[in-house]
């Protein structure tokens, strides 16, 4: 009996997602398109230099969706879905806190976490989940209403998560098992066809966008799906130029002579879709609704604790001197400016401050013969031509620049009432919503990277005293404040 493999399933369902959502939002199959004219003329250009952060097959194949639920039942159940993809929950991320907007969500990212099924298939979803709780959104009387619509609506069928369930356990489906399988949770995600109650759209839409695509219907869909690019610069260029309007910003660090660091995001704005709509005499009429969009993405190098402080802080300095200059300062010169003052402009620079992730390799035409030892430190065997630093490529998100995109396709700001105290969520809330440990990222990147520092001093004969500089600052949550 034929079987399919977890990654397998992730692949495919990756693969099936995208061609659905491109049926339903056209417009993503012209971003894919020029991605790949993108990255083929990058790679034309720079040869293996494109590849530093990734082979060309993987970043072609390279994808994040996006969805939204409602209930903390439902995110457990998008759990059991992705889990049986060989996907984890990694990271927390405050949206509410993020947004200058009312985006009253909290989000965990699914993906796999270990290097080698990163590099079978990296398929990422970034899942949020609304707060109802929180009062500075939603009154007493509308949160009672919105949680009794959300316990009516059934997202998965039970077929889908029975099926999920074995597929984790047995890290397999049989061939036919996983047909049904994929054909189930594709058509999970699909958007739905059944009529929007237009005035209960409209009472949540006041709140917040986010929340009416949320909780104003019966299902949910994927809200945007990405593909990578090696240059996202000159895709901004070119998908402008076929007269696609995006946002008015690539979000995340700017583009500057010196290493990629993190993620740059941007997209094309929310189309307004067709809708079928019941209105309050229950007739059903066809209206328009602008929720979904066309996300991509550019990934760099993962920063540590201390390189993610850095940043942080250098994000501040820009909004310092934007402010302090004033209306008219192009934004993205100050921010290079800051960022040559800033940051090391070199991989090497990084290493030595301790301040981003790399893997490290024995390189082949390292010393050898005559009784030549090795030095017995990270920097002196870089230095002598013993080792190699291979940057580990940024898998994750970033808070403020999620925020800064659904903000830059929402249709209003919503209302916020900042004399009500927030409800509290953290990595450990979630974690018991999902019923799963949910990953600390900078974890997972420090543990790849001591794994190869362990190897070299194996190889090397230099016992357990080989570590990365500032190795004792690396180890965070991602729970703090983006801003």
Do not use: C
Not at 289 to 312: H, K, M, P, W
């Amino acid at each position: 009996m034929n079987t399919i493999s977890q990654w397998r399933l992730r692949a495919e369902f990756a693969r099936r997602l995208s061609d659905m959502y491109g049926r339903e939002v056209p417009a993503y199959t012209t971003l894919v398109d020029v991605s790949r004219e993108v990255n083929a003329d990058v790679m034309a250009r720079a040869g293996a230099d494109a590849e530093r952060l990734g082979s060309i097959a993987r970043v072609t194949a390279e994808r994040h969706g996006a969805i939204r639920v409602g209930t903390p039942g439902e995110l457990h159940q998008v759990a059991r879905i992705f889990g049986a993809l060989g996907m984890r929950p990694v990271g927390f991320y405050d949206l509410r806190e993020a947004a200058a907007s009312a985006v009253p969500v909290v989000s965990t990212a699914f993906r796999p976490v270990d290097a080698e099924e990163l590099a079978r298939n990296p398929f990422r979803v970034f899942t949020s989940m609304l707060t109802p709780a929180d009062p500075r959104f939603f009154d007493a009387e509308l949160r009672r209403r919105l949680e009794a619509f959300l316990a009516r609506r059934r997202l998965f069928p039970p077929e889908l998560l029975d099926l999920a369930d074995r597929a984790e356990r047995e890290g397999e489906l049989p061939e036919e098992a996983a047909e049904r399988f994929l054909g189930l949770a594709v058509g999970s995600f699909e958007l739905s066809g059944e009529p929007v109650d237009r005035a209960w759209y409209a009472t949540l839409e006041k709140v917040s966008a986010v929340a009416a695509d949320i909780g104003g219907v019966t299902s949910t869909h994927v809200n945007h799906l990405t593909p990578r690019v090696l240059d996202i610069d000159e895709l901004y260029r070119r998908m402008t130029g076929r007269g696609i309007r995006m946002i008015d910003a690539i979000q995340g660090p700017p583009r500057w002579e010196g290493p990629d660091v993190l993620l740059r995001q941007t997209s094309f704005r929310a189309l307004s879709e067709p809708r079928a709509l019941r209105q309050a005499d229950g007739t059903v009429t066809t209206g328009a609704l602008r929720v979904r969009f066309g996300e991509v993405e550019a990934r760099g190098i993962a920063l540590t604790a201390a390189g993610r402080s850095r940043y942080d802080g250098l994000l501040a300095e820009v909004e310092r001197r934007v402010a302090e200059q004033g209306p008219g300062t192009a934004r993205a010169e100050v921010a290079r400016a800051v960022w040559r003052e800033g940051l090391p402009s070199t991989e090497r620079g990084l290493i030595d401050a301790g301040l981003a992730f790399f893997t490290y390799h024995l390189r082949e035409d390292r010393p050898a013969g005559g009784g030549t030892r090795p030095p017995a430190s990270l920097p002196a065997l870089l230095d002598a031509g013993w080792v190699r630093a291979e940057p580990l490529v940024y898998e994750d998100f970033l808070p403020r620049s999620a925020a800064g995109i659904f903000q830059s396709n929402l249709s209003g700001e919503g209302t916020r009432d900042e004399a009500q105290q927030a409800v509290h969520y953290d990595l450990d809330r979630l974690a018991g919503m999902t019923d799963r440990e949910i990953h600390d990222p900078f974890v997972l990147y420090r543990r790849q990277q001591d794994a190869s520092l362990r190897r070299v001093a194996d190889e090397l004969g230099l016992g357990d005293t080989l570590t990365a500089p500032g190795a004792a600052r690396t180890g965070t949550t991602l729970t703090e404040d983006p801003r």
